[in-house]
């Protein structure tokens, strides 16, 4: 009897405890993976900028729409054709510390992006362009550079390029900067608990206004199904992505209160055929297997519609991607044709390689091998571990016929995905060799009147198509798992979440 | 028995020195951490990659950077974690608790529950009594330990919203993960329990305790119980060991900010100095329950301590 009693007392007080702490303007956010640093020069991960976007400003600011604006700059000029940039510099803004922002905080910054403190990071080499940042007066910098760099404008607006407190650093250290980040955004840093949560609250001062929240916490939960678990029992408010698997959308969808937003991810999966070896030697080999896969099929099922089928590498949000091209349709009929003329037989093999974690994409290989198996093929669906996948198997050219490649950068330009893909010699591009490919690619790096790019661009998409180098697959959603409370929330593609107008209902 | 502790602290040392050496080198073949450092760069050339790689010290040959490790254990320094730069002892510091904290609540717990049951279904051998109860311990031994844990989320938290599903945010935070791993445990022991008492009670010196007519309460647990005692302390030790590694998973569940969900997030991240701090961690806990089992053996048995 006591025990019962004791066990309902402990049950009781216990219900007490964990009531959702649902205070006035307090957001509580899953992310699965902290950074464990805070410095925008010392890491390259999502799971930074998902928070840090909250903490720093860059010159430019891109929110969800993808459109840049001004951000710290409030206008810029393109000078001496295209290798010097002049930038006008907000006035009145200062850091989370009263510490003012000028030019004397831009040049800091670059400088130390690109010296011996960048050096050691994986930020700088995205930045070499700039050669050097020339303080004018002191709302006004150039930007001298090297040569025309036509995606950094979009690159300063997010990871490296946040402007940081120069006296703030000197006066504390890296180290402390490291754990203890200030910058001029939104929210200011209150505290961090390493691999558990990082919070912040509400800076007043913000030069585009107050935030609605007063706090925010990021709490890091890795494991899937325990951060659905927070947000069901109304503990989380948001599971931000990359968490959530197609296979719990409808775990959240049916409680009540909860809802899945999704939003075109920066992230296209395409299987990339060796063109060096095997049957895939063959471009009429290569076009009949894209023709052999029905790949809405494939995202209506497995991918639960959370997916768009793409033409080339790239997803609809990416600058480069041509609305107007049409996907090699799927013909089953056509394909086992094309397949006679080129003279394989039925029974030719290939081997899919993909990522062993990905239990989805495992999937949708077993989906691709039985459609292969329609006309004559027999593939096998190799998993790998996926560094050793990436660092071992794909660069050194030791894949099978096919091999899955996740790519996607958060700049949506397709520069970053076809240049390392397609250019000779390049770490993903193992088997293949084009001249042709070659000089458009170096092309359109050297000139930043973005329509003539534009065009380059589709021009190269085009030819990769034709050419048939991959497997165009599809470009996933990012999921997030939201609580109904939350009110003016909007989804960023590149998870780069803002939370300034965001509020919570009581 | 000092000639005993000696050469026991020996073997210790040398499992240490195995163990160490086998983490550094496997992780080694794992993967590279410079690639996980820079997903989200796309970018990335081989140059990049080698820069990255100086500045974490990985592009030494393999014996300096082990040797870097091993001497930095001597005083305490385990080195910096490849993700962020954090001095890793920062980290242990605060995991090793949680860790010892649970495995502790969830022993003890077991413990206190399965010696009572146990001798109960030992002294009612045979009848429905012992039946009931060794039905349950076969019921939890079958349950694999993460599916139980999120049975009891989904139960607990998410139907009825009293527990916290995850995290360490005070006593209530502990009644989940403690409860999971002490129904897996107590089903075992019981069994243990049950069996090493069963045997006791057929031995002469019970019998002589019975004769003597003394309270059947008194010749169980002051005569029975502490003869018991040397096979249950024996495998309780082991058990605490064991326990370590099963808590991995159990972390992972309920997101328990110890030295499972440390480990974990490091492989994910190819972390090598934190993965192998956490080994080496775990391997010397180990070690010393085990010296600790036979330091212990002395002092419920007054023959081994006069050997």
């Known amino acids: ?461 085009r030819y990769t198509a034709d050419r048939a180098l991959e497997v165009p697959l599809y470009n996933v959603n990012a999921l997030y798992g939201v609580n109904d409370r939350v009110q003016n929330f909007e989804a960023a593609p590149d998870s780069r979440l803002r939370l300034t107008d965001v509020t919570v209902e009581e | 028995m000092a000639k005993f502790l000696i050469y026991r602290v020996l073997q210790a040392i040398f499992v240490v020195f195995v163990v160490t050496l086998t983490v550094s080198f496997a992780i080694r073949l794992t993967g590279d951490p410079a690639l996980m450092l820079s997903q989200g760069a796309g970018s990335i050339t081989e140059a990049d990659l080698e820069r990255i790689r100086e500045a974490l010290g990985l592009n030494r040959p393999f014996l300096v950077q082990y040797w870097e490790f091993i001497s930095g254990l001597f005083v305490g320094d385990f080195g910096r974690s490849f993700m962020g730069g954090t001095p890793v002892i920062n980290l242990i510091e605060r995991a090793l608790p949680a860790t010892l904290m649970l495995a502790i609540v969830s022993l003890v717990v077991s413990i206190a529950v399965s010696i009572p049951l146990g001798i109960k279904a030992a002294t009612a051998r045979g009848t429905w009594i012992d039946q009931a109860i060794r039905i349950f311990s076969l019921i939890g031994l079958s349950f694999p330990n993460f599916w139980l844990a999120i049975m009891l989320v989904l139960l607990f938290s998410i139907t009825f919203r009293l527990l916290p599903p995850s995290g360490m945010e005070g006593p209530v935070s502990f009644i989940m993960p403690a409860a999971t791993m002490a129904i897996i445990l107590t089903a075992t022991n019981v069994r243990l329990v049950r069996t090493t008492m069963l045997e006791t009670l057929r031995s002469q010196y019970v019998m002589v305790a019975r004769a003597k007519g003394l309270s059947e309460t008194t010749v169980l647990y002051k005569h029975a119980l502490r003869n018991c005692a040397i096979p249950l302390i024996t495998y309780f030790g082991l058990q605490f060991g064991g326990l370590l590694g099963g808590i991995v998973v159990i972390e992972r569940v309920f997101n328990w900010p110890g030295l499972g969900t440390l480990a974990f997030q490091a492989v994910a991240a190819r972390d090598y100095p934190v993965l192998q701090a956490v080994i080496t961690v775990l391997s010397l806990l180990i070690i010393a329950i085990n010296l600790l089992v036979d330091i212990a053996y002395g002092l419920v048995d007054p023959r081994i301590r006069t050997e």
């Open chain 1, 1 to 461: 009897m006591t025990l019962k009693k004791t066990l309902a007392a402990a049950l009781l007080a216990a219900s007490v405890l964990s009531a959702p702490a649902h205070a006035a303007g307090a957001l509580t956010i899953s992310s699965p993976q902290d950074p464990g640093n805070w410095d925008p020069i010392d890491t390259f991960l999502v799971n930074w900028a998902s928070v840090a976007t909250n903490i720093f400003d860059g010159l430019t600011y891109r929110g969800p729409d993808l459109e840049l604006v001004p951000g710290l700059a409030t206008e810029w000029e393109e000078l001496d054709e295209g290798t010097r940039i002049r930038f006008t510099l907000r006035e009145g803004v200062t850091f989370h510390n009263g510490e003012p922002f000028n030019a004397e905080a831009v040049r800091y910054t670059f400088e130390r992006l690109l010296g011996e403190e960048g050096a050691s990071g994986p930020q700088q080499s995205n930045y070499t362009a700039i050669e050097e940042v020339e303080v004018i007066d002191d709302y006004t910098v150039d930007f001298h550079l090297s040569e025309p760099d036509p995606v950094l404008l979009t690159k300063l607006a997010g990871y490296g390029a946040m402007i940081v407190p120069p006296q703030y650093i000197e006066e504390n250290g890296e180290d402390h900067f490291d754990m203890n980040p200030v910058g001029t955004g939104p929210f200011k840093f209150v505290s961090y608990q390493e691999r558990e949560s990082i919070e912040l609250e509400a800076f007043e001062d913000h030069w585009d206004g107050a935030p609605e929240l007063d706090t925010v916490t990021y709490r890091f939960i890795t494991e899937p199904s325990t951060a659905v678990a927070e947000l069901q029992a109304g503990r989380v408010d948001i599971v931000i992505p990359p968490t959530i698997p197609v296979g719990m959308i409808s775990t959240i969808e049916e409680q009540e209160d909860l809802s899945i937003v999704s939003v075109a991810s920066p992230t296209v999966q395409a299987l990339r055929f060796n063109t060096a070896n095997g049957i895939t030697e063959n471009e009429d080999v290569r076009k009949a297997i894209i023709m052999a896969i029905d790949r809405q099929a494939i995202i209506d099922t497995i991918l639960q519609g959370e997916a768009e089928p793409i033409t080339s590498f790239q997803g609809p949000l990416s600058f480069g991607n041509d609305p107007e091209m049409e996907p090699i349709p799927y013909d089953p009929e056509a394909a086992k044709a094309l397949l006679q003329e080129a003279g394989v037989e039925p029974g030719a093999t290939v081997q899919i390689d993909v990522r062993g974690n990905d239990a989805t994409f495992g999937e949708v290989a077993q989906a691709v091998a039985a459609y292969l198996s329609v006309i004559g093929i027999n593939a096998t669906v190799q998993p790998y571990e996926t560094n050793v996948l990436l660092n071992d198997i794909i660069p050194e050219g030791r894949t099978g016929e096919m091999f899955q490649q996740a790519w996607g950068g958060w700049t949506f330009d397709f520069d970053n995905t076809a240049y390392l893909m397609y250019h000779t010699g390049e770490r993903w591009n193992p088997y293949d060799s084009d001249a042709e490919l070659d000089a458009l690619l170096e092309e359109q790096r050297s000139i930043t009147d973005r329509a003539e790019r534009e065009r380059l661009l589709k021009e190269i998409a």
